[in-house]
Structure formats: C-alpha cells, structure tokens
C-alpha cells in the first residue's frame, strides 16, 4: 500500500505566523499535488509540482517537491483566517494508461485572528 | 470552462434502502471520472474510476457500484445501504489524470 503521511494532523495558531506541511512517502510519485478544502465543499487543486526539487510560489504558499520525488512541503508565510482549512497532498501513481492519486490523510489548519 | 455538479447535496437515508448519487461534467470531453468517499477531517479514499463510458473500475470491495452511462456522467448506487455507508461523497474529473478537480459533494447521512 502506498502511504501518504502528512504531519502535523491538526495546527493551530494565530495570524501572522508562519507554518509548514509535510508529505511524506516512501514510494515515487510522477507529481504532487496541494489541496485546499473547507467544511461541506470539495477540495480545490491549489498547485501541481512534476519535477524534483522544484519549488513553486502561490502569493504567501511556497510550495517544494522533494528530490527524489517522494515528499513535500507547503509553507505559508503570515497566515491569516482565510488561510483556515483542511490541506491535502496527492501523489499521482499510474497503473497502464491510468493514472490515480494517492491521498493524504489531511492538515487541519486554523488560523486565529 | 469547464464544470461539475453533484447531486442530491445532502441525504439521509434509511438502512437497507436503494442509494443513487449523480456526477455530470460540462465543457470537456472524455474526461476520467472518480468518486472518492471522505470520513470528516480526513483523507479521500478512492472508490471507482472511469476512463470511458461503460469502464468501471474498482478500487475498494464494498456495497457501492458506479455506472458511467455517458461520456460525461457518472453514477454511484447501492441496493441497500448500510451505516457504514455514511459519509461525504465527492466526484472529480481529469483529463491528464494528476490534476483532479472535484465537485461540491453530497453528504450522506444512513440512519
């Protein structure tokens, strides 16, 4: 079974801190993706990084592919309220000509003003 | 652009009832079409997938099945729902497989 760990399950701080989220697996992944979702709606795809090592900017979100393409991370600098949410990452396996994502078990962000 | 829709968004349903959630997509065609389960605060569990109409495949064994009777709908169905069937139901699109986008989800209460 391929496992997707994000740390920390829940966090919880005060506006204008910074944060960062961790993937962590021990299997590849072609790419990864970041997810966003708040209560009662569905996740919305916020970037998709495909290369190791690169690293892609979203306003105050710095998102980073590992390496070896097995982990990442997403930092947010001087969070605010809306920036409150459960945060998902996603590796993408492909089995013959179709392709899955592998969900983590989710970072449950809030932010207090 | 494109779009999709979910429907009913809530139900509540009684143990051993018929269960059918609908899932259409506009603005694109052939699409991959899935349909995840979410338990609250968590992770999506992969459920089926569809690469074509009439292509079902099976990620979990459970109680559900899916159908895709048209290029852009997708259905999700039960006989009889049990209470384990409870949950946030979510459909979601692709064209190149990683980048999924999801619709509005349905929550499903069986009582």
């Known amino acids: 079974t391929q496992l997707l760990e994000q740390s920390p399950q829940f966090l919880s701080i005060q506006e204008g801190e910074n944060l960062t989220v961790y993937c962590n697996s021990s299997?590849?992944?072609?790419?990864l993706q970041w997810y966003r979702q708040e209560p009662g709606e569905g996740p919305v795809l916020l970037v998709t990084v495909v290369t190791g090592g690169e690293v892609k900017k979203l306003k105050r979100l710095t998102f980073q592919f590992g390496d070896a393409r097995k982990d990442s991370s997403l930092h947010i600098t001087a969070a605010q309220p809306g920036d409150t949410g459960l945060y998902l990452c996603?590796?993408?396996?492909?089995?013959?000509?179709?392709?899955?994502?592998?969900f983590g078990q989710g970072t449950t962000l809030q932010v207090k003003p | 652009s494109q779009t999709i829709h979910q429907w009913p968004a809530t139900l509540v349903q009684p143990v051993g009832s018929p269960l059918s959630l609908e899932c259409t997509v506009e603005g694109t065609s052939n699409p991959n079409l899935y349909w995840y389960r979410q338990a609250a605060g968590r992770g999506l569990q992969l459920l089926f997938y569809s690469v074509g109409i009439g292509q079902i495949s099976s990620e979990v064994p459970q109680n559900l099945s899916a159908s895709r009777p048209q290029d852009r709908q997708f259905i999700l169905s039960s006989k009889k729902l049990l209470l384990s069937d409870s949950g946030f139901y979510l459909c979601?699109?692709?064209?190149?497989?990683?980048?999924?986008?999801f619709g509005p989800g349905t929550r499903l209460t069986v009582t």
């Open positions: 996603a590796g993408a396996r492909f089995s013959g000509n179709t392709g899955k994502l592998i």
């Open positions: 979601a699109w692709s064209l190149q497989a990683f980048e999924q986008y």
């Open positions: 299997s590849v992944f072609s790419s």
